[in-house]
């Protein structure tokens, strides 16, 4: 155990009784400020802690420097534990408990695998307080981090032991909260090696989801094709040429649309060829007389240009009105078009009670969207945060 | 965000097979009450909201 003098820097062996030097310190600075001060003590995963150690390390990765600081906190029944910082990044580590296996892309630990991240020498750069290890600045180590966020797992080898130790990502206001600290904690920049994505769900989670409710869907598709009454309630041929002063309205017969309030399916043709026609729809109830007004337009068009053929509109026309309660109605038809087209002619079937096949498509992209968000939320983040390591993607 | 996703899609779900047992439709009709039963032997007599609708004469 070493401890460090907090006026001169000295570092001292704290076994000896004679408190001998390891190390005078080469230059007190006031860069290396703990945020922490030495001596606050909190409450921490329920023990009461003393932060009685500060120390800062520098790496090198990529030719470009960079350093974080590490508080040593002890509980005498509970041992030692550390926070690091790193640009307003906070992780609480302990020692670990069981000999992580390694593998080819990481590392296995209690049962969870922590892929590799980066592997770096770093070097010790200033040091304040009490340490469970003869600590001197310049120390040397080779530290490899491996990430499951919020987890990490760190081994720091040199060329006697290799320790390693397990941090987890916690948020600075929860450390300034338990240990009453004054002011607000740095605020985090960037993206750190184990911070949970802000997604807080895997894209694989979101997936298997999406297809849980795709197949939900399905059934429901299923069920509805077996069930649905489909009953053609209607049908009947007409032809329609516009007269001037005539009226064109009439009505059909009265038809029973029965079962449970559903909807109600009005399907046309009519044979027109560079023309078109108008109808003019109310379904009405004959007892209460409620109706449900609607027009369609049929059109067809085609011809020849220096493109070749053309084609435009369609013969055939389909609407699925909403939510009819059942009773006896009859539809009142008015047909509009050209007296220049000459007799046009149609056909009308209802059929009662059809699946809305709409509104699965509908179903299916309001699920579809917040997955594919979150995906790409994730996807963005994780390629932020590999960026950093030592297999960017 | 998992959950909140588990529960909007249960939410979906739901009012998908409430909205095909009810027989929802994006369709829009315009609703009108008490039609006189005079209209049977009269068409005429009813317009439409529709009928000043403007056709669409193209065509390429």
């Known amino acids: 155990m070493s401890v460090v003098c907090g006026n001169c820097h000295a570092i001292l062996d704290a076994s000896n009784e004679n408190l001998a030097i390891f190390q ?22 329920g023990a009461v802690y003393d ?8 790496g090198n990765a990529d030719g470009e420097s960079f350093s974080w600081n590490e508080y040593v906190l002890f509980n005498a029944a509970k041992g030692f534990r550390y926070f690091t910082e790193y640009n307003g990044h906070w992780n609480d580590a302990t020692p670990a408990t069981a000999l992580p296996e390694e593998q080819a892309f990481g590392t296995k630990y209690l049962g969870k695998t922590y892929k590799h ?30 990430i499951a966020p919020p987890y990490v797992l760190s081994s720091e080898k040199n060329a006697n032991e290799v320790t390693w130790t397990l941090g987890e990502y916690v948020h600075g206001k929860d450390i300034w909260k338990a240990f009453s600290l004054s002011g607000e904690p740095p605020k985090p920049t960037g993206i750190f090696e184990n911070q949970p994505s802000p997604a807080r769900v895997s894209m694989g989670e ?25 009953l053609q309630v209607f049908f009947d041929s007409y ?23 559903s909807s109600v399916e009005f399907k046309t043709y009519a044979s027109v060829e560079n ?16 109706a449900y007004d609607f027009g369609r337009e049929i059109s067809y068009y085609s011809g020849s240009d220096s493109d070749g053929p053309w084609t435009e509109g369609s013969h055939f026309d389909s609407v699925l009105l909403p939510s009819i309660p059942s009773g006896r109605y009859y539809v009142r038809v008015e047909p509009e078009s050209e007296a220049r087209f000459g007799p046009i002619a149609y056909q ?8 809305n096949y709409d509104l699965y498509m509908a179903a299916i992209g309001a699920l579809f969207a917040p997955a594919i968000l979150i995906s790409w939320r994730t996807f963005n983040f994780e390629q932020l ?5 030592d297999h960017p993607r | 965000m998992k959950k909140f996703y588990l529960a909007y899609g249960l939410l979906v779900v739901s009012m998908l097979a409430f909205g095909e047992y009810r027989g929802w439709s994006f369709e829009r009709v315009n609703e009108v009450k008490n039609v006189p039963k005079s209209v049977r032997d009269n068409p005429g007599s009813y317009r439409s909201v529709y009928a000043v609708y403007h056709h669409y004469t193209g065509g390429k």
């Not at chain 1, 005078?24 to 995963?45: E, H, V």
């Not at chain 1, 932060?51 to 520098?58: A, D, K, N």
């Open chain 1, 239 to 261: 032809r329609f040429q516009q007269t001037a002063g005539t009226e064109a309205s009439f009505v059909t017969p009265i038809f029973e649309l029965k079962g449970r309030t």
């Open chain 1, 206 to 230: 979101v997936w298997t989801a999406f297809a849980l409710f795709f197949c939900l869907i399905l059934a429901i598709l299923t069920v509805n094709e077996s069930f649905a009454q489909k």
């Open chain 1, 24 to 45: 005078r310190f080469k230059g007190k600075t006031d860069k290396a400020k703990p945020l922490i001060p030495l001596g606050s003590r909190g409450k921490w995963r």
């Open chain 1, 385 to 389: 945060r590999w960026a950093e390591s």
């Open chain 1, 117 to 146: 991240f980066q592997t770096v020498t770093v070097a010790t750069a200033f040091v304040l307080g009490e340490f469970p290890w003869q600590v001197r600045v310049g120390e040397q180590v080779r530290v490899a981090d491996y």
């Open chain 1, 275 to 290: 023309q078109w026609l108008y109808l003019n729809y109310a379904l009405i109830n004959a007892d209460n007389g409620q």
């Open chain 1, 348 to 355: 009308l079937t209802i059929t009662r009670d059809v699946p």
């Open chain 1, 51 to 58: 932060v009685i150690g500060f120390q800062r390390r520098t």
